[in-house]
């Protein structure tokens, strides 16, 4: 029977009945494997319960999942139908605990095809990253958020406008060190707080001692972790980076385990008198863009940055949803990538069923749209006529040169880029950026046109 057909609870977990006609008795049996010091839990006695014993010339299991017998055989001797109901009992068990936390995980097509159930999916890491959202807007701030799954793969990232770049790179941080230990990232920096000499260590391996990330927990089981970053912390008004991800979860997923303890600060030792200036716009003064405000960031999230011609973040999660909505009328998913024209992620996500070089292709194309100003299907095709470029063009220039990769120009003016990868078909993945880039800016975005045969 295929575990995966079992749903997450008791009832339907629970979906074998079986027919045992032998001497046994119920009562008798279960007696008999705590006698032998069997612990008989909840979801033992529930398979118990749908075990029927009485006295015939044959076992008989049937799977309602079938609807039909698959198995009939001879009553084997009394110590093999301990061991069959035993095997049952434990099968049962196996097949609830590793059941899908459908429907917050990949499932389908999607997850047979990447071999996996318990990834977090799109949709779920979507909604929980808006959830953020909209609770730092009620705080009047702006936040990062990076959505990994248990692979410590990318799967849903959004930067608010006005954030700068530790505040994005510090997020993936966050949930990264929540990955690797599968605890909040605040437990790795409270033993900093105790012990100041451990946080070198801490950093060697890889972990970034800071509050902010979470595993993202269903049913007990770990499907991904978040990492906010961003905003400073007002803890005595309920406010922080780590609070916003904790609600964000329970507004989505339900009850989540408790947030650890907040330890106070140690005070810096040895702590210097330089004094610290300060570097800001004269109040009221904002950088000036000729593009709409929907189209880039301004007021005062452009005056944090210094700069009025960097893709909005919700034009960016537009042109996405766009590019994943076309995918999908195809039958396909996409993992795609948008970057500010400084190479900062601004809006990432990664379709159901998406694997590593997938993700990893869409972001260098991106990357290679930014650096040469020009689409990747240029180089795509000029190395397709002559290869011998290909050495320098890969190994000295560091491009990555399938087509899929867009820089986003709009009124003349280069705002950002864009990387699609994953879609099936030749051109697939730089018309999926296309509809999206369109969708947004309409004709005031410069596209690739191709010769007309």
Request: proline fraction near 7%; glycine fraction near 8%.
């Amino acid at each position: 029977m295929d575990n995966r057909a079992i749903k997450p609870n008791i009832t339907r977990a629970m979906a074998i009945t079986t027919t045992i006609e032998t001497a046994i008795l119920r009562d008798d049996f279960m007696r008999s494997l705590r006698a032998h010091n069997h612990k008989i839990g909840v979801l033992e006695e529930e398979t118990m319960k749908r075990i029927h014993f009485c006295v015939g010339p044959t076992v008989q299991i049937s799977s309602v999942h079938r609807l039909r017998p698959f198995h009939t055989w001879p009553v084997p001797p009394r110590w093999a139908v301990s061991l069959l109901c035993v095997a049952l009992i434990f099968t049962a068990t196996a097949s609830a605990q590793i059941a899908p936390a459908s429907p917050f995980v990949v499932s389908g097509e999607a997850a047979k095809r990447i071999h996996d159930f318990s990834m977090i999916n799109l949709a779920t890491a979507e909604r929980i990253a808006d959830a953020c959202e909209n609770l730092a807007r009620k705080e009047n701030v702006g936040i990062s958020v990076y959505i990994l799954d248990n692979e410590g793969n990318h799967v849903y990232m959004h930067r608010m406008d006005g954030q700068g770049y530790l505040n994005i790179v510090t997020a993936e941080m966050k949930a990264r060190t929540a990955v690797l230990t599968h605890q909040p990232s605040k437990a790795r920096m409270n033993r900093v707080v105790q012990n100041p000499d451990t946080e070198l260590q801490q950093i060697q391996i890889g972990l970034f001692p800071n509050s902010g990330g979470l595993p993202i927990i269903v049913n007990d089981q770990m499907i991904g972790a978040i990492g906010v970053g961003g905003s400073a912390p007002r803890l005595a008004q309920g406010w922080s980076d780590e609070i916003c991800a904790h609600k964000a979860l329970t507004e989505v997923l339900g009850p989540q385990p408790p947030l650890i303890q907040d330890l106070p600060p140690r005070a810096a030792v040895n702590r210097g008198n330089a004094p610290v200036p300060t570097f800001n716009l004269p109040q009221n003064v904002t950088p000036k863009s000729s593009l709409p405000p929907e189209f880039v960031v301004s007021g005062r999230a452009a005056a944090a940055i210094f700069d009025g011609n960097q893709i909005s973040g919700e034009a960016a999660k537009k042109i996405a949803r766009t590019c994943r909505a076309w995918g999908a009328e195809k039958g396909g998913a996409a993992s795609i990538y948008i970057f500010d024209t400084h190479g900062t992620l601004v809006h990432q996500e990664r379709g159901d069923g998406m694997l590593y070089n997938n993700m990893h292709t869409s972001m260098l194309k991106a990357q290679t749209a930014l650096q040469t100003r020009q689409p990747t299907s240029i180089r795509d095709a000029q190395l397709s006529n002559d290869p011998s470029g290909l050495p320098r063009q890969l190994v000295q220039f560091g491009f990555f040169t399938n087509s899929g990769g867009l820089p986003i120009v709009v009124d003349g003016e280069m705002i950002g880029a864009i990387g699609v990868g994953g879609l099936a078909g030749a051109g697939a993945d730089e018309n999926c950026a296309i509809e999206g880039l369109k969708a947004v800016f309409g004709n005031r975005a410069l596209l690739p046109t191709y010769p007309k045969n």
